[in-house]
């Protein structure tokens, strides 16, 4: 029964992700308040989970000819190097303190959301 309750957190955040409204922030908290999966793990879970949201995205997107090839290698060459460069410096922190970046994370993006929603700016 508790492999429903992931598979349930996994949809949940699979579809909000899809609307744009951060699922991967939504299955993170999902596994660490209601499941009692450490931080580290939420989130190497999210990563992996979000492989297969990507690679789909992108066919769309290169479908629908919204890829410009030529700004590609500069993309995939700077997210695999912050990606290490995070992977590294997560490894070297407590769940807690990752915790507490994760919350001052969302904390200032709620606030970056409000300001811009109320600036008129956002799309």
Excluded: R, W
Excluded at 26 to 55: D, E, K, R, T
Excluded at 74 to 81: E, Q, V, Y
């Amino acid at each position: 029964m508790e492999f429903l309750y992931f598979v349930l957190a996994g949809l949940l955040g699979g579809v909000l992700g899809g609307m744009g409204m951060g699922g991967g922030t939504v299955l993170i908290s999902l596994l660490n308040i209601f499941y009692s999966v450490g931080q580290h793990n939420a989130q190497a879970i999210n990563l992996v989970s979000f492989i297969p949201m990507a690679v789909v995205a992108l066919i769309i997107h290169i479908k629908n000819k919204l890829v410009e090839f030529k700004d590609v290698i500069f993309i995939i060459l700077s997210g695999l190097l912050t990606c290490v460069i995070g992977c590294v410096i997560a490894q070297q922190i407590t769940g807690e303190i990752l915790k507490k970046i994760f919350g001052g994370f969302l904390i200032l993006l709620s606030i970056f959301q409000v300001v811009f929603t109320f600036l008129g700016k956002t799309e």
